[in-house]
Structures are given as structure tokens and as C-alpha cells.
């Protein structure tokens, strides 16, 4: 039988975000496929951070399950460095383990990844699930990896990249994630500033991919430049399912782009035919004219819950969002956030500094903007070359990227300098832009007074921490 062990590493939260537990859904979902599958596979998933962890006692854990596979979360590129610790832990302390990393800082740096960490065995490009049923079934029957697509791995001295995999074509197949595997520790996912630390916090995927093309973004390769849905009964089946099994509360539609229109009304029907009206609170991420064109949905997306909205704002110049490719206007980032405070939904409008073109002043207009504008909360973050897009073989075309430390690449530290702008000065202005919003006393005082109970406990919350100061000793 072979012995699989899922491993979510021990890091740090992001700290502009606050603290903050999320499920490692990305592992939770390719061990329940796996499971359903093979079940005659023996499975184990360790999440250091709700399991309390520390590298020591992993390794404890690991020689524990003597595993045959041991697999890791690698979604995000400042966790790389991370990624492959556990996996050198784990060729440690079992030498003939195989060891499987994925996501899209891998699949995108496949050849670099191999051969800068010898530690990692076979990368999975792309997808995960199938090609990690193909594998397990491989090391069952001891046959080689040659006919797997959709992975890199290395054959003696040689680096070998089998074709990719296709797409799976009808998410609603996919079982639920595998919860039960994190049971024990499933109460402690929170999200404090969205819901306090007693809101039980789970995951929702409702579709992969996104059909627009930003030049920052590596979601819309790693998916292949198309968008698959799961149908809104699968989406409201998996609410219900985290709902009656583990209590969960706050759930975050991780969708890049769930979209707005027919989809979202008839998700908004589901809610309420269910009796989902005040049960739960959902944030998801969403395009400004996707909420301009969409208005008339939104007083019903806040009945059933979704009631915080990630709007992509990034720029307050057309220019600049033309350059990321966006196709957005920056009018309709501004009557985004007025038709979401007239619905009683909490406006987060994420924006970008150190574009090639940035300058003191251009930040300045920008920091003015989102004054003006008065989302409920705003996040500043620095353009990062993220392996995988657009923007990062532009860069590394014309040398523009001076910070090639991976652990760094978590869009709070200046990775690039700008035709004005020298890397330091990116970073203080990052300080600046969280000085100008946050600094304001006007502010603080109307937030935590606010008729928005999100926006109340919000503001009461980052009244408790120091982001400011953190931002600070980046410069």
C-alpha cells in the first residue's frame, strides 16, 4: 500500500492582511481526489500552522508516517524557499521517498526548480489531480514516469518534461476536498479581520481559470487562458457541505474572476432557496465594470451573504491600465465602491505601485485618488514579477529586476526599480500610500463607528496591529 503525506509548511501570514488561518485547500482538494480514486491508498496531511508544527516536530511527523510520497503546497512564489526545506526534511529522513511539489511557481520555473533544489523529484505542471493519481499508480506498479503528462522530473543526470495534460473538462466531478483528512484541526481556520477569530473560515472553488489577460497575473496561463465552471448547485452543494460538517461560517469563492450577470443570480437563488439568508458571510474578488454593469444584483448579493468585495482597482491612470492590460477605467473603480456602500457591501479595492512609469507625483495622484474614492479599505502593493506572466519575461528581458530573493516576491517589498524610481524609493512610497490611507484620523473614527458591521470590526481590528510600523522597516 502506498503511504502519501500532504504537507502545508510551517510560514508566516501576510502581515498587511492581518493574522489569519486559512485551510490548505490546494492539498485538501488533491487529497480527496486521490482518495476517491485509490482508496486503498493511505493518506496523511499535515497543516504545521493549525496543527502547531514547528520544523522539529516535522520531522517527527514525517519519520512517524515513513511515507512513500511526500507532496507539497506550492502555490505561492515567496514560499518556495519553504516549499523545498520540507522536502530536504523529508529526503532526510527518508532517503527514498519521492518527493512532488506543484502550483504555479514550479510549473512556471519547472527546469530552474529542478535544478536548483535537488531536493524535489517531480514537479506536476498545471492541474494536479489526475497526474498525481498517475504517479501514486506508477510507484505502485514500480513503472517509470515517461507516459505521465504533465510533469518534470529528472531521469539520471537529465531533466526530462513530458507533454502536458489536458484540462479536466466538468469540474462538478470533482469530490469534496478532503476536510476530514484536517478534522481534528478544522476549528482553528479563521480569517480575524473578515470574521474574528471565532468565524470558522473555509474555501470555495467555483471555477479555475479567467479569460482576461493581465499582464501581472500568472492565473490565466497556469489555467491555460480559458475559464471552467462548476455549476451553481455543485457551488452551493460545497457551501453546504462545509456548513453542516464544520461549521464554517466566513467563506472566501476563491475564483479569479467568478463574474457577475446570470451566473451570480442564479448562485444568489440557490443561497436563499437553501435558507442561507444571514448564515454566512462570503468575500470573493470581482472586476469594477462587472459591478457597474451588474448593479442590480448587488442588494441581493448582500441578503445572501456576500457582503465583501475585492474590487481590482490597481491604477487611478488609464494609461497604466492599459499597459497591465486590465481594460478597466478608472471611473468605473469609482462608482464601483459608491454601488457597493449604497448596498451595505464592504468595498477592499486592491491598487499597484511601481508600474515602469511611476514617479513620485503619479503616486501622489494615486494616493489622492483612493482619498477620494473612499473604499471601505484599500491595499497597496508593489508590482511584482511573478514567474509565470507577462510582466516577468518582460522584466527579465531588460534587467529590470534587481531582487531575485524568491521569499521576497510577497507584492510588500520593491522587487523593481521604475524609469524614475529607484527601488528603495518604490518601497518608502508603499509606506507613504498606507500612511496617506490609514494615517487618517477622519477615517479611523467614521470606520469604527460605521453602520457596516464589517467595516466596524474591521477597523477595530487594525486598530490592534502595526502594519504601518512592518512597512516601515521594509524602507
Same mark, same amino acid.
Given at each position: 500500500?502506498?503511504? &502519501?503525506?500532504?504537507?502545508?509548511?510551517?510560514?508566516?501570514?501576510?502581515?498587511?492582511?492581518?493574522?489569519?488561518?486559512?485551510?490548505?485547500?490546494?492539498?485538501? *482538494?488533491?487529497?480527496?481526489?486521490?482518495?476517491?480514486? =485509490?482508496?486503498?491508498?493511505?493518506? %496523511?496531511?499535515?497543516?504545521?500552522?493549525?496543527?502547531?508544527?514547528?520544523?522539529?516536530?516535522?520531522?517527527?511527523?514525517?519519520?512517524?508516517? @515513513?511515507?512513500?510520497?511526500?507532496?507539497?503546497?506550492?502555490?505561492?512564489?515567496?514560499?518556495?524557499?519553504?516549499?523545498?526545506?520540507?522536502?530536504?526534511?523529508?529526503?532526510?529522513?527518508?532517503?527514498?521517498?519521492?518527493?512532488?511539489?506543484?502550483? *504555479?511557481?514550479?510549473?512556471?520555473?519547472? *527546469?530552474?526548480?529542478?535544478?536548483?533544489?535537488?531536493?524535489?523529484?517531480?514537479?506536476?505542471?498545471?492541474?494536479?489531480?489526475?497526474?498525481?493519481?498517475?504517479?501514486?499508480?506508477? $510507484?505502485?506498479?514500480?513503472?517509470?514516469?515517461?507516459?505521465?503528462?504533465?510533469?518534470?522530473?529528472?531521469?539520471? @543526470?537529465?531533466? $526530462?518534461?513530458?507533454?502536458?495534460?489536458?484540462? &479536466?473538462? %466538468?469540474?462538478?466531478?470533482?469530490?469534496?476536498?478532503?476536510?476530514?483528512?484536517?478534522?481534528?484541526?478544522?476549528?482553528?481556520?479563521?480569517?480575524?479581520?473578515?470574521?474574528?477569530?471565532?468565524?470558522?473560515?473555509? =474555501?470555495?472553488?467555483?471555477?479555475?481559470?479567467?479569460?482576461?489577460?493581465?499582464?501581472?497575473?500568472?492565473?490565466?496561463?497556469?489555467?491555460?487562458?480559458?475559464?471552467?465552471?462548476?455549476?451553481?448547485?455543485?457551488?452551493?452543494?460545497?457551501?453546504?457541505?462545509?456548513?453542516?460538517?464544520?461549521?464554517?461560517?466566513?467563506?472566501?469563492?476563491? %475564483?479569479?474572476?467568478?463574474?457577475?450577470?446570470?451566473?451570480?443570480?442564479?448562485?444568489?437563488?440557490?443561497?436563499?432557496?437553501?435558507?442561507?439568508?444571514?448564515?454566512?458571510?462570503?468575500?470573493? *474578488?470581482?472586476?469594477?465594470?462587472?459591478?457597474?454593469?451588474?448593479?442590480?444584483?448587488?442588494?441581493?448579493?448582500?441578503?445572501?451573504?456576500? @457582503?465583501?468585495?475585492?474590487?481590482?482597482?490597481?491604477?487611478?491612470?488609464?494609461?497604466?491600465? @492599459?499597459?497591465?492590460?486590465?481594460?478597466?477605467?478608472?471611473?468605473?473603480?469609482?462608482?464601483?465602491?459608491?454601488?457597493?456602500?449604497?448596498?451595505? &457591501?464592504?468595498?477592499?479595492?486592491?491598487?499597484?505601485?511601481?508600474?515602469?512609469?511611476?514617479?513620485?507625483?503619479?503616486?501622489?495622484?494615486?494616493?489622492?485618488?483612493?482619498?477620494?474614492?473612499?473604499?471601505?479599505?484599500?491595499?497597496?502593493?508593489?508590482?511584482?514579477?511573478?514567474?509565470?506572466?507577462?510582466?516577468?519575461?518582460?522584466?527579465?528581458?531588460?534587467?529590470? =529586476?534587481?531582487?531575485?530573493?524568491?521569499?521576497?516576491?510577497?507584492?510588500?517589498?520593491?522587487?523593481?526599480?521604475?524609469?524614475?524610481?529607484?527601488?528603495?524609493?518604490?518601497?518608502?512610497?508603499?509606506?507613504?500610500?498606507?500612511?496617506?490611507?490609514?494615517?487618517?484620523?477622519?477615517?479611523? =473614527?467614521?470606520?469604527?463607528?460605521?453602520?457596516?458591521?464589517?467595516?466596524?470590526?474591521?477597523?477595530?481590528?487594525?486598530?490592534?496591529?502595526?502594519?504601518?510600523?512592518?512597512?516601515?522597516?521594509?524602507?
Amino acid at each position: 500500500m502506498v503511504r &502519501i503525506q500532504f504537507i502545508e509548511p510551517p510560514k508566516d501570514y501576510w502581515f498587511i492582511m492581518g493574522e489569519y488561518l486559512p485551510p490548505p485547500y490546494g492539498l485538501l *482538494q488533491l487529497a480527496g481526489f486521490l482518495d476517491n480514486k =485509490i482508496p486503498e491508498i493511505e493518506i %496523511d496531511v499535515l497543516d504545521c500552522q493549525a496543527m502547531s508544527i514547528d520544523w522539529k516536530t516535522l520531522e517527527k511527523r514525517i519519520e512517524s508516517f @515513513n511515507p512513500d510520497i511526500v507532496a507539497t503546497s506550492g502555490f505561492a512564489t515567496c514560499n518556495a524557499y519553504v516549499v523545498a526545506r520540507t522536502l530536504e526534511i523529508a529526503k532526510k529522513i527518508v532517503p527514498e521517498a519521492l518527493t512532488i511539489v506543484g502550483g *504555479q511557481h514550479f510549473s512556471a520555473l519547472a *527546469q530552474e526548480s529542478l535544478e536548483a533544489f535537488p531536493e524535489i523529484d517531480i514537479i506536476i505542471r498545471g492541474e494536479g489531480e489526475e497526474t498525481l493519481v498517475e504517479v501514486t499508480k506508477s $510507484i505502485e506498479k514500480k513503472a517509470d514516469f515517461s507516459k505521465i503528462n504533465g510533469i518534470s522530473f529528472r531521469n539520471k @543526470n537529465k531533466i $526530462i518534461h513530458n507533454q502536458p495534460r489536458s484540462l &479536466i473538462e %466538468d469540474l462538478d466531478i470533482l469530490p469534496f476536498p478532503g476536510y476530514r483528512f484536517v478534522k481534528d484541526c478544522a476549528h482553528r481556520y479563521h480569517f480575524t479581520m473578515m470574521g474574528g477569530s471565532k468565524a470558522k473560515y473555509g =474555501i470555495v472553488e467555483a471555477s479555475r481559470g479567467c479569460i482576461h489577460k493581465c499582464t501581472f497575473c500568472s492565473q490565466w496561463k497556469h489555467w491555460k487562458g480559458t475559464c471552467r465552471h462548476k455549476s451553481v448547485k455543485r457551488v452551493v452543494d460545497d457551501i453546504e457541505f462545509l456548513y453542516e460538517n464544520y461549521g464554517s461560517r466566513l467563506l472566501w469563492l476563491t %475564483d479569479d474572476n467568478f463574474g457577475l450577470g446570470k451566473r451570480m443570480d442564479k448562485l444568489c437563488d440557490e443561497l436563499i432557496n437553501r435558507g442561507f439568508e444571514d448564515e454566512i458571510t462570503c468575500f470573493m *474578488q470581482v472586476r469594477c465594470n462587472d459591478v457597474v454593469q451588474n448593479r442590480n444584483l448587488l442588494g441581493k448579493m448582500s441578503r445572501v451573504g456576500i @457582503n465583501w468585495l475585492l474590487l481590482g482597482v490597481e491604477s487611478h491612470n488609464q494609461k497604466s491600465l @492599459n499597459r497591465y492590460k486590465k481594460k478597466t477605467k478608472p471611473e468605473q473603480a469609482i462608482e464601483a465602491v459608491n454601488l457597493l456602500k449604497k448596498n451595505n &457591501i464592504f468595498s477592499q479595492a486592491t491598487c499597484i505601485i511601481g508600474e515602469r512609469y511611476d514617479s513620485h507625483e503619479s503616486i501622489e495622484q494615486l494616493r489622492q485618488f483612493m482619498n477620494n474614492m473612499d473604499p471601505d479599505l484599500a491595499i497597496f502593493m508593489t508590482l511584482t514579477p511573478f514567474p509565470g506572466t507577462d510582466l516577468f519575461e518582460e522584466a527579465k528581458r531588460n534587467g529590470w =529586476i534587481e531582487n531575485k530573493n524568491w521569499a521576497d516576491y510577497d507584492m510588500a517589498h520593491a522587487i523593481m526599480p521604475t524609469e524614475f524610481l529607484s527601488r528603495e524609493e518604490v518601497q518608502h512610497e508603499l509606506y507613504k500610500c498606507y500612511r496617506s490611507f490609514f494615517g487618517s484620523w477622519s477615517r479611523r =473614527i467614521e470606520s469604527l463607528i460605521s453602520k457596516n458591521k464589517v467595516k466596524r470590526r474591521v477597523y477595530r481590528y487594525m486598530a490592534k496591529q502595526s502594519v504601518l510600523r512592518q512597512l516601515k522597516n521594509l524602507i
